[in-house]
């Protein structure tokens, strides 16, 4: 999954820069005020090991192409999500560095694809969230398949919005993805086997040695609602504003169908209803088509990505409380009764 | 196991290579970083469709050449590692090949297409941005590396664990060819690792080289290591290494602006 630089333009190289030092930066922060100094030799042997695996590459069967382990799960299990997102980019940067695997300028976009999607969202968010409550072998294969299957197919569409993006492929979206996903699915399965094994292994023999294990049978508390949020508004963010880059500009399957019926895309409708409804909707929409008003630009596109992103998170977030609220309401109705 | 004794014995020869040149040059790496990294930034911001995407990066060779030639890199080597760039940049530009079939010129009886132009530009941008990135990893040694880094302002806790990798790739291999050995002593006959012990091997390798670490890290302290990696092994001038960025800075820039090769030859 690493990118080269060829593949990027020096904007969207930017942008993930910015994505993934802001990540980074969280976490370096996370680390100081831990204090753990005992956390930095096995940093350093889990980046060892990490960079060993990502080596080893195997075939994948019908495919032709071949796949090499990503590891941010792992890592994200045994020393914790910030940690791991470190180490992983010490990974990537030896890599870079010392063996020209993946391009310089697409590191932030490298490491966004592998070591983001695996630590915060495999570790932080899925890992967190089964083996939380209880830790057990089944639900440690299943938190460590669920984790790396999702957080590759984060990763490989990362990779195919970021190559869009920059334009330099005129392979079209659909057949870029079909030919990504895939293959990343193929990978996720042999990595959440691996990681299961190994981690299966270390519980039953160390188990102290898994992130969130608590030796006195109090297991620690689920992902909380806030960072939960916070992980998949950044996650909307970015992909919303990637991913609006590379929107096609022609019709969807609607304005399609009712321009081949009708020879026009969107139809006029006649009376007081419609025309005070679209007064209204020229006052409400800030970002019409998708960009600024009465200026089409890449920023107006990016804007309204990220907007659109983070106001539909903010709208099922309040409709999420509302419904607690009168749910709550309603039993507390009932008992009074 | 032996891509990654491969790794380290890479690791081991570019230590050695870097080491070496540094007393030859005194460029301080972050110079030869910051000049790579502007290398790239100017390759890939050339644009890919039409004609002058490609006669610009034509020029960018020059800067190719000229490090090559004065590092001594090995074609053997450089080309093993451009290959697969080579290959990915093939299967993306391809694309072009099919959907852009406009004609730019016809070169004799062949139509050269807009599509094949485009993939072209992208080959060379794959392969100038490998080539660059491979001969700082070949001239650099890792301390090096980690020097820049640490001038760049990386956290030092990225830096830290860079050089910890560094020190227990070896702890790692040396841990799996002894439990390797081990297995075979006690398997005799029989080929590789069977796959129902692959996940306690894995499992094993890891447990044993985190506890080789900790008595490494130990070890460390107790000969006074606080946390801070020490680079005042490295003497380089400042002056040259300013003059470095600036020079191929303005030469790669001139590059970038004009493309040499057409304009030569016009007046020839």
Request: glycine share 10%; net charge positive; aromatic share 12%.
């Amino acid at each position: 999954m690493h990118m080269a630089d060829a593949l990027l333009t020096p904007a969207v190289a930017g942008a993930m820069y910015a994505c993934s030092s802001a990540a980074a930066g969280y976490s370096v922060r996370k680390i100081r005020r831990e204090d753990n100094e005992k956390k930095i030799p096995v940093m350093g042997v889990m980046g060892a090991f990490v960079f060993a695996a990502q080596m080893v590459n195997f075939t994948i069967p019908g495919t032709g192409s071949s796949g090499h382990l990503c590891g941010g799960m792992l890592l994200s299990a045994v020393i914790g999500p910030e940690a791991g997102f470190i180490t992983m980019i010490a990974v990537l940067l030896v890599q870079g560095f010392l063996f020209a695997d993946g391009g310089l300028l697409a590191l932030g976009a490298n490491i966004w694809n592998m070591a983001f999607y695996g630590c915060f969202i495999g570790g932080m968010v899925i890992w967190r969230h089964i083996t939380g409550r209880k830790m057990s072998k089944k639900r440690i294969i299943a938190a460590s398949m669920a984790g790396s299957i999702v957080s590759l197919q984060f990763g490989a569409f990362s990779v195919t919005l970021e190559t869009l993006a920059s334009g330099v492929t005129e392979l079209p979206f659909a057949v870029f993805l079909a030919a990504m996903q895939p293959v990343h699915l193929a990978i996720g399965f042999v990595e959440g086997a691996v990681t299961a094994a190994v981690l299966v292994f270390i519980y039953e023999t160390r188990p102290e040695l898994l992130w969130n294990y608590k030796e006195d049978g109090q297991k620690e508390s689920r992902l909380s609602y806030k960072q939960a949020v916070i992980v998949f508004a950044v996650v909307a963010a970015v992909t919303g504003g990637l991913l609006s880059l590379a929107a096609s500009s022609d019709p969807d399957g609607l304005e399609w169908s009712v321009e081949k019926v009708a020879g026009t895309k969107e139809l006029e409708a006649e009376g007081s209803i419609y025309s005070s409804a679209g007064i209204i909707q020229s006052f409400t929409a800030l970002l019409p088509d998708y960009t600024w008003k009465n200026k089409s630009s890449v920023t107006g596109t990016m804007f309204s990505g990220i907007f659109g992103g983070i106001a539909v998170i903010a709208a099922c977030t309040a409709a999420c409380y509302i419904i607690r609220h009168l749910h709550r309401k309603k039993a507390k109705g009932q008992e009074d009764e | 196991m032996n891509n990654t004794r491969q790794a380290a014995k890479d690791i081991h020869i570019s230590d050695n290579a870097g080491s070496s040149k540094d007393k030859e040059d005194g460029i301080y790496p972050v110079a030869r970083l910051i000049v790579v990294f502007i290398y790239i930034l100017l390759v890939v911001s050339f644009p890919v469709h039409g004609f002058y995407g490609l006669s610009g990066l034509a020029g960018m060779f020059l800067y190719l050449l000229a490090n090559i030639i004065w590092y001594q890199v090995s074609i053997k080597a450089l080309l093993r590692r451009i290959f697969p760039i080579f290959l990915l940049t093939v299967l993306a530009g391809s694309a072009g090949l099919i959907m852009d079939r406009e004609i730019y010129f016809l070169y004799g009886q062949i139509p050269i297409t807009y599509g094949m132009l485009s993939m072209a530009a992208l080959i060379l941008k794959g392969v100038f941005c490998v080539t660059a990135s491979y001969i700082l990893s070949v001239t650099a040694s890792i301390m090096q590396i980690c020097h820049a880094l640490y001038i760049m302002h990386v956290p030092g806790e990225i830096v830290m664990v860079i050089m910890l990798m560094h020190r227990y790739l070896i702890v790692l291999i040396k841990e799996a060819e002894r439990m390797q050995q081990a297995y075979k002593l006690r398997a005799p006959g029989q080929k590789g690792l069977h796959f129902k012990v692959w996940g306690s091997f894995i499992g094993l390798l890891l447990l044993r080289s985190m506890d080789r670490a900790e008595e490494v890290y130990e070890s460390m302290k107790l000969r006074g290591f606080c946390g801070v990696m020490q680079y005042s092994s490295f003497k380089g001038s400042k002056k040259a290494s300013i003059c470095y960025v600036l020079l191929w800075g303005i030469f790669l820039f001139i590059l970038r602006v004009f493309p040499v090769f057409f304009i030569v030859g016009a007046i020839l």
